[in-house]
């Protein structure tokens, strides 16, 4: 069987910071698998700008942005293989692998990397009722066959769901002749970064329809009409405020899932809320030796997040190969009262860095709210926000300084400013 | 030229009778509308052979259900198609609903069901962890099984044209005339000359058998609404599980797939339209709630995908299948619901073996008894798959990661006869686009392929056929 030290599924922005990380930590056996015809990863079909701003100071696209870290991995010579898929991962690390170069083999790896990505969910996952016709798309396979294949799915486009690619695709499919008729979100609030909202609906004058959904579907063959309703606060249609649009397109935007069926199949412990590995602050998964990164882990807002969560991953699976291992402590970090969960789950308090940047989503928006820390009930830190929302990912940093002594649990929670 | 038999409607009884026939020194031809074969009640049903407890005694319900059901396991094994003999339960809900069981029970045991028994409590709720505390009893038939519809249906129709069948797709039916003896068929833009006809035309049945016969026959549309959720859910239960029957029908069951998925559904909504496979809020929220009834706290959230069914409900006094000769020559599988899948093949070989007797054909010599079906390479042992990769490596390059299916399987799909021309054809066959993503990451992929394969640009590419166009054009080209 073929032994490698360090194996990375996944070669988009999460995979590629962590094998640049990992060569820097002296990692020199590493390998790179990635499914596509290259390397980049979703980042190849983001044309547009908005990349890099934490990491580069620059607004890159995103093949720029990816291209950056490919540029550094051909540097380093760190091997790669394309169009390579990774079929099944066991407990004790064995890849199993199909590929045009290798065939079908395994690969027994020392240590793993997760950095597999996410998917979109699909209509499926909403049972919006009505005909199955062409010319429903998610908005990610709009994109790839806009940006990459060169093709236009639709000519008078419906969105579904106000996350940033419907956000994205709205803009897309405007500048390049169709007409976008709404963007319909099921919830009172967007879902997608506010820049987004400005920047790809308000200034093209895409009217943006918030507690509104697609109720039916019409047209048996292609696409002819979308029905939407506006929709109650327990998200149920409002008889009476049905409305027909006629389109040709229906692209969604309903959320993104982590792609963890090969976490799973390994038997690493997944949280039921990210459907990501639940991680401790060193990214180490349930089983010693695997590592996860990026959107298998939780999705993220910014790629730059991504890019630097990655490196982390990549330095510890060095160090994981140099020999260190977990302490024996561990301290829980849970989110309560609005902070639906916190990455990574559990810190290590004899081996932690001097910060651990804990990153979380928030349940709902807030306006004049403060994040909290509490040690085993003690507060430790308060840091005010003027606007909370969920669309966009929060990091509170937790000082190795700050824990008290024998501190069990740390909780993290939303409060509301009395005025 | 004259054909023997045309076999209107290529679904899984239309293929079973034209795979059928093709033992036969004859001349035939297959008219399916749709644009390809398995597109309509054959590819949206519950997907269970049934054992045959449910239909009246001696009706040819009863019949052909229990005969299909009996020849289906070696048909599978012949024609390489996934079969799987998993067994059902009928619960009660209620001691007091009993008698309803036993008059189950001995209604299958006349129509010669094996295995019939009655489980109660502990039992039952050993055999089935996730059943609802509420379950009572249940008839027990081990003989019940799942089988893939599409793969059935496709695996009947390669395995006929392999053995000579002409398939004429996008060719619906609109005349069919009395000439010299003969029936001559106006099939999309072909005429067709035939000695006898086989009417397999689901919910359209009655528009054809009505073309040529004297007493009218109609069929009503019977809508069945499901919803199909993610492999991780297919082991919720191992048996097929029906609750006890209303009048429109077997009512609201709970199954695995033979692919591992967990389906709910139907429900059972007489229709106008013969097309209407629409789903509704209604429907869905219906077979939701009564399949709840049978497992609670169902994980709806892994829904996958949601579809409806028609069902070819005969109306009037009887609702029993009409099979046989209606007109000389002509030869009627109308009316042909549930257990319609699990009798298909029976009707199949009735009905070849009544035109060769008509026709006084003889066996020919060169029959092909068997079809492998397209390598799957994901339940293939390492080895096998490894060797396969090996000789065409594009079957180790993955293009739909959710089901894990190769580029060289899609490949096989398209250049099947009759093959797959649309991304649904090629998801019926192979799988693609059939997993958890629902075709997010693969289709663009999948059309790839199809329009390299097909030799045809991609902007002419459908979903399904007809007007189902994937994409309107190129880039830096439209005007809205």
Same mark, same amino acid.
């Given at each position: 069987?073929k ?25 020199e ?10 390397? *980049?990863?979703?980042?190849n ?19 720029e ?5 490919? +540029? ?11 169009r ?34 996410c ?11 009505g ?31 106000? *996350? ?22 099921v ?12 920047q ?18 019409h ?8 029905t939407?309703?506006?929709v ?23 959320? &993104? ?18 459907? *990501?590995?639940?991680v ?23 790629v +730059? ?11 510890n ?17 849970e ?9 990574p ?6 081996n932690?860095? +001097? ?10 928006p ?25 669309g966009?990912m929060?990091?509170?940093? &937790?000082?190795?300084?700050? &824990? ?16 | ?43 949206a049903n ?38 799987r ?31 019939l028994?009655?489980?109660r ?9 996730? &059943? ?52 001559e ?13 086989? =009417?397999a ?5 009655d528009?054809?058998? =009505? ?25 919720l ?10 009048k ?29 496979? =629409? ?29 409806c ?59 092909i ?8 390479l994901?339940?293939?042992p ?8 090996? +000789? ?10 959710c ?20 991304l ?57």
């Open positions: 069987m032994q490698v030290q360090l194996a990375i599924i996944g070669g988009g922005p999460a995979g590629l910071a962590a094998a640049i990380a990992a060569r820097e930590k002296g990692v056996d590493i390998l790179i698998i990635e499914r596509d015809k290259e390397l *980049g990863g979703i980042l079909q983001c044309i547009h700008a908005g990349f890099g701003l934490h990491t580069f100071g620059q607004e890159l696209t995103g093949p942005y990816a291209q950056r870290f490919i +540029d550094r991995v051909e540097e380093m010579h760190i091997p790669y293989l394309l390579t898929m990774v079929l099944d991962l066991s407990g004790d690390r064995v890849l199993t692998v199909t590929g045009p170069e290798t065939g079908l083999i395994q690969i027994q790896a020392q240590a793993v990397i997760l950095a597999m990505g998917r979109e969910r699909p209509r499926g996952a909403l049972n919006i009722p005909y199955r016709p062409a010319g429903i798309y998610s908005a990610g396979t709009a994109q790839r066959l806009v940006n990459i294949e060169g093709f236009m799915p639709g000519k008078n486009v419906v969105i579904l769901g106000s *996350g940033d690619i419907g956000l994205i695709m709205a803009r897309r499919m405007t500048l390049e002749g169709a007409k976008v008729h709404a963007v319909a979100e919830l009172p609030y967007s879902g997608g970064l506010k820049r987004n909202i400005v790809c609906l308000e200034d093209f004058d895409i009217p943006l329809y918030l507690s509104t959904t697609v109720v039916d579907i047209g048996r063959e292609r696409l002819e009409a979308v939407l309703a506006q109650d606060e327990t998200r149920k249609p409002i008889p009476g405020t049905e409305r027909r649009i006629p389109c040709d397109t229906l692209l969604l935007s309903v959320g &993104l899932l982590p792609e963890n069926e090969l976490s799973s199949a390994a038997g690493v412990h997944l949280s039921t809320v990210t459907g *990501g590995p639940e401790t602050d060193r990214l180490a998964t349930s089983i010693p030796g695997v590592f996860a990164c990026g959107n298998v882990l939780h999705v993220h807002d910014l +730059d997040f991504v890019s630097q969560e990655a490196r982390k991953a990549g330095e699976a060095a160090l994981y190969l140099a020999g260190a291992r977990a302490g024996s402590r561990s301290v829980a970090l989110g309560k009262n609005g902070v639906r969960y916190t990455v789950q559990s810190i290590d308090p004899e932690m860095d +001097d910060t651990v940047t804990v990153r979380f989503r928030v349940a709902q807030y306006r004049d709210a403060a994040l909290c820390a509490y040690a085993d009930g003690t507060l430790l830190r308060r840091i005010p926000k003027r606007i909370l929302t969920p966009e929060e990091q509170f940093p &937790l000082r190795k300084a700050e &824990l008290p002594e024998g501190c069990q649990t740390i909780t993290f929670t939303v409060e509301e400013v009395a005025k | 030229m004259i054909y023997d038999a045309i076999v209107i409607g290529g679904g899984a009884v239309g293929c079973a009778a034209a795979r059928e026939l093709s033992r036969y020194d004859l001349r035939i031809a297959l008219c399916e509308k749709g644009e390809d074969v398995c597109v309509g009640t054959s590819k519950s997907a269970i052979v049934h054992a045959g407890f449910d239909a009246v005694p001696g009706t040819k319900k009863a019949r052909f259900n229990v005969a299909g059901s009996r020849m289906m396991e070696s048909l599978s094994r012949e024609l390489d198609f996934p079969y003999r998993n067994g059902a339960m009928v619960l009660c809900f209620d001691e007091k609903d009993l008698p309803h069981l036993e008059e189950l029970l001995d209604r299958g045991q006349q129509n010669g069901v094996e295995g028994r009655i489980v409590g502990e039992e039952l709720h050993q055999l089935e962890p996730a &059943l609802s505390p509420a379950a009572a009893a249940a008839l027990y038939a081990p003989t019940s099984a799942i089988v893939c519809p599409f793969g059935m249906t496709i695996a009947l129709a390669e395995n006929a044209a392999q053995n000579g069948v002409e398939f004429f797709m996008d060719s619906p039916v609109s005349e069919i005339r009395r000439r010299d003896g003969l029936y068929l106006t099939a999309g833009d072909k005429v067709l000359q035939t000695r006898t006809v086989v =009417n035309a689901g919910v359209y049945s528009v054809l058998h =009505n073309m040529v016969c004297e007493s009218k026959l109609s069929i009503m549309p019977r809508s069945g609404e499901y919803c199909l959720l993610d492999k991780k859910d297919g082991h239960v191992e048996r097929t599980v029906f609750q006890l029957p209303g429109f029908g077997k009512g609201v069951l709970v199954t695995p797939t033979v692919h591992g998925n967990l389906l709910i559904g139907p429900t059972a909504v007489d229709r106008e339209d013969k097309d209407a496979t =629409n789903t509704t809020a209604d429907g869905l929220a219906y077979a939701i709630r009564m399949a709840g009834l049978s497992v609670p706290n169902l994980p709806m959230r892994d829904t996958i995908t949601s579809f069914g028609l069902r070819a409900h005969l109306e009037g006094e009887s609702d029993d299948f009409i099979i046989g000769e209606s007109a000389d020559g002509f030869f009627d599988a109308v009316g042909i619901e549930s257990p319609g899948l699990s009798s298909a093949p029976a009707i199949g070989l009735h009905l070849a073996q009544c035109i060769a007797q008509k026709l006084d054909a003889t066996e020919k010599l060169t029959f008894a068997t079809r492998r079906d397209i390598p799957h994901r339940e293939l390492f080895e096998d798959r490894q060797a396969l990769v090996r +000789d065409n490596p594009a079957y180790g390059s993955i293009i739909c990661r089901e894990q299916i190769s580029e060289g399987e899609i490949v096989d799909a398209i250049h099947r006869l009759p093959g797959a021309r649309s649904d054809g090629v998801k019926r066959r192979v799988r693609a686009g059939m997993g958890r993503c629902q075709g997010g990451f693969c289709s663009p992929k999948v059309m790839e392929i199809l329009s390299r394969e097909l030799g045809i640009p991609q902007t002419e590419l459908t979903k399904s056929g007809g007007s189902s166009k994937l994409l309107v054009g190129y880039t830096k080209e439209v005007q809205a």
